[in-house]
């Protein structure tokens, strides 16, 4: 059984490029990704700083080939099981926290914040909230706006 993770809290915040210069191994582009991300990002909202936005941006965004996203690399690494013992250090964090309990509580306070942002036809919408990207979604949706 994979625990939770934790003690990530305590570790110290590092810019965007810091911590993707860390993943360029596994994903050689995720460098112009970012770059890009952060070109979107110059005014973020919520008081986020530019790399905590860019940051979410870039785990949602469409990558080609798809299966090299941020997303299916986190995805494909918290699906091996592994001792704790052998994750890398380094503040490398590659589990996702089994939130079974919370699911419910998390999609109904992202359709809530989706329904008060964005105000046309969000019927359907938990596909945009299960990290698929917007654009993505939208490709199923046509008559979906996303926007204010």
């Not at 590092?14 to 993943?23: E, F, T, Y």
């Amino acid at each position: 059984m994979l625990m939770p993770v934790s003690g990530y809290e305590d570790l110290p915040l590092v810019s965007l490029g810091h911590a993707v210069a860390q993943a360029i191994s596994l994903l050689p582009d995720i460098q112009k990704y970012a770059d890009v991300a952060k070109q979107n990002c110059k005014e973020p909202a919520g008081g986020l700083t530019i790399d905590e936005s860019a940051a979410i941006m870039l785990h949602t965004m469409n990558w080609k080939p798809i299966d090299k996203t941020l997303f299916s690399s986190i995805q494909w690494n918290s699906s091996i099981p592994c001792e704790e013992s052998e994750l890398p250090g380094d503040g490398a964090i590659q589990r996702k926290s089994p939130l079974d309990s919370t699911i419910e509580q998390t999609y109904a306070g992202a359709l809530s914040f989706l329904r008060r942002n964005y105000t046309r036809n969000l019927t359907n919408v938990d596909v945009a909230v299960t990290d698929i990207a917007l654009d993505l979604a939208t490709t199923y949706r046509p008559d979906a706006q996303f926007g204010p």
